[in-house]
């Protein structure tokens, strides 16, 4: 069995400052890793995943994020962020099998950009 | 290239009621999986079917079923209602094998009073 544990449940944060999103998982198995994020009213879109190989992975809207093995961590950064990215974020993990669809989830993490 | 669609966009039954939603997958994908989504939270994993069956399954009561068509798309399927069962109803699809990437559909709101 897998758990994400997001630490943080709002980030307020002025326009073009740097943000952080911490993300910790626990699973006994290999795991894909994933950030998602939700506008309001909307489903997910995928932000970026961790699969394999380099550990700092890059992403869409200029999200990037770096996973930790030794600490379980997934944590995504963003250098300069926008008014547009206010929204829900979710970290994810899938168990590595061919059908990789089942996620775990965390609970969020409510992105809030000041002007 | 259509998404994920999902029907209807909102929902309101009531207490002991059923109600199915519908999903129709990615173009090219093959794997559904559900997820219900309480407010304030995060998705939660009901089942997934690949070739017409349920190959995993999340912590929900048989209440919850549903069933995979030739074309792949996908219905869930909720049995006598309860008020904790209003939420968003998820619908992802993926390529089974890879290349592990879900994409979402917009969700069904259900509402049960």
């Known amino acids: 069995a897998q758990s994400v544990t997001q630490l943080d449940s709002q980030v307020p944060v002025f326009e073009e400052a740097p943000v952080e999103l911490r993300c910790n998982y626990s699973s006994s198995v290999s795991v894909y890793l994933f950030w998602y994020v939700q506008y309001p009213n909307q489903g997910l879109q995928l932000l970026l995943k961790?699969?394999?190989?380099?550990?700092l992975v890059k992403g869409i809207n200029g999200f990037e994020a770096e996973f930790n093995k030794s600490q379980t961590s997934f944590h995504l950064r963003k250098p300069s962020v926008h008014i547009s990215d206010t929204a829900e974020y979710f970290c994810?993990?899938?168990?590595?099998?061919?059908?990789?669809?089942?996620?775990?989830f965390g609970d969020g993490t409510t992105l809030t950009v000041k002007p | 290239d259509a998404g994920v669609t999902q029907s209807p966009t909102h929902l309101i039954k009531t207490r002991g009621q059923q109600v199915t939603l519908r999903c129709s997958p990615k173009s090219g994908h093959d794997t559904v999986s559900w997820y219900q989504q309480a407010l304030g939270q995060g998705p939660q994993f009901i089942f997934q079917?690949?070739?017409?069956?349920?190959?995993q399954r999340g912590n929900f009561p048989d209440r919850f079923s549903g069933h995979q068509f030739p074309n792949y798309s996908s219905e869930l399927n909720v049995n006598a209602l309860l008020l904790g069962d209003s939420a968003l109803y998820l619908c992802?699809?993926?390529?089974?094998?890879?290349?592990?990437?879900?994409?979402f559909g917009p969700g069904t709101r259900l509402t049960v009073t």
């Open positions: 079917y690949y070739e017409e069956e349920e190959r």
């Open positions: 992802a699809s993926i390529i089974a094998g890879g290349p592990y990437e879900q994409y």
């Open positions: 994810a993990v899938s168990e590595r099998r061919i059908n990789a669809g089942k996620s775990t």
């Open positions: 961790y699969l394999s190989g380099s550990t």
